[in-house]
């Protein structure tokens, strides 16, 4: 037990842990984006929809509990290796190289992961935290909606969101071992068509109930 934490607690290990946890957040979001598509069909379809996930009972309790260890491990680690990070280069490159794969995503990484932390807090308040007496989920999704400077948040947070997995998707592969230059290619490509279907798939839902609405 001890060389796990030990294992885990150097570069790679706490790296490894970044990949495992974003794997998993990224297979959530799939899941949570197909399940969101039900809006476009109105209310009964996505009323129930949010049902037959409440009849889960135990299961869909243990995926929010395993969601929430995962939320706390990303970005404890997030923050530990941006802060070694930091430390180890106090000063920053006059010169900003984008020789080595550098990007915008890459360079923005931990400040879009902060800000998406920021996000998720936000929208279980607006959502999961929110009261159900007397109105359904749907009800609560159009009102939310129906107000242009939420339509924006979300829409911006989405973008934030996009940029950030876009860089996290390929580099989760290469934290793995497969970044092989044959396939890297394939994999950042992946990586793009994944990011602009997160962002603009979870994007376009606030607008589009702001004017169905």
Wanted: glycine share 8%.
């Amino acid at each position: 037990m001890v060389w796990i934490v030990s294992t885990l607690w150097t570069p790679i290990g706490k790296k490894l842990l970044m990949a495992v946890s974003g794997v998993c957040f990224c297979m959530f979001l799939t899941v949570h984006l197909a399940g969101n598509l039900t809006l476009y069909s109105g209310s009964n379809l996505f009323v129930a929809y949010a049902q037959r996930l409440h009849q889960l009972g135990i299961l869909i309790i243990v995926s929010e509990w395993g969601l929430m260890v995962l939320a706390m491990i990303h970005v404890s680690t997030g923050s530990i290796l941006f802060y070694e990070n930091r430390r180890a280069r106090p000063v920053s490159y006059k010169v900003n190289r984008r020789a080595g794969g550098r990007t915008l995503a890459s360079a923005t990484m931990p400040y879009t992961g902060f800000a998406v932390f920021a996000f998720v807090i936000y929208h279980l308040l607006n959502f999961h935290f929110a009261d159900r007496t007397n109105q359904t989920i749907y009800q609560i999704v159009a009102d939310t909606f129906s107000h242009p400077g939420r339509v924006f948040v979300y829409a911006l947070a989405m973008a934030v969101a996009a940029l950030h997995v876009r860089h996290g998707f390929w580099s989760l592969f290469q934290t793995l071992g497969a970044d092989h230059p044959k396939y890297m290619p394939m994999v950042k490509g992946m990586s793009i068509l994944f990011s602009l279907i997160i962002g603009f798939g979870f994007g376009v839902i606030p607008i589009y109930m702001l004017f169905a609405g």
